[in-house]
């Protein structure tokens, strides 16, 4: 399974940004949970936001709360970020992972199979 995560760049403080991960290869996309991660320089990665495979679970940091949608076109095999309302402190390097087991919503990277190569967001003030 590849994940490719597309849709990053550079934004204004209060922007928006739509963030895609697109699986291919031998997949069950539809079964998986899917997550975002971030990584901001000097910092470990983060949990950012996440859907089981049917999307009715759903959780997200307390930190993007508000501002961030998670959301999944599984007939695309693609799983969205929608980010708005974007702070300076949301700069980080941002991943997409599939968990095979597609109940729960981990926020912990290890219980993650597979992952992206990653986009950047930078968020200037």
């Known amino acids: 399974v590849q994940l490719q995560a597309s849709g990053g760049g550079l934004v204004q403080a209060g922007g928006s940004l739509r963030l895609s991960c697109a699986a291919s290869?031998?997949?069950?996309?539809?079964?998986?949970?899917m997550g975002w991660f971030r990584q901001a320089p000097g910092k470990e990665r983060e949990f950012v936001a996440g859907?089981?495979?049917?999307?009715?679970?759903?959780y997200y940091a307390d930190s993007v709360k508000g501002r961030f949608t998670i959301s999944r076109d599984n007939a695309k095999n693609t799983v969205y970020l929608q980010m708005n309302s974007l702070k300076p402190e949301d700069t980080a390097i941002y991943y997409c992972?599939?968990?095979?087991?597609?109940?729960?919503?981990?926020?912990?990277?290890?219980?993650?199979?597979?992952w992206g190569q990653g986009t950047q967001v930078t968020v200037s003030s």
């Open positions: 992972a599939a968990d095979r087991s597609g109940f729960y919503v981990y926020t912990k990277d290890n219980e993650y199979d597979y």
């Open positions: 290869g031998r997949t069950s996309f539809s079964t998986y949970t």
């Open positions: 859907l089981n495979w049917g999307g009715h679970s759903l």
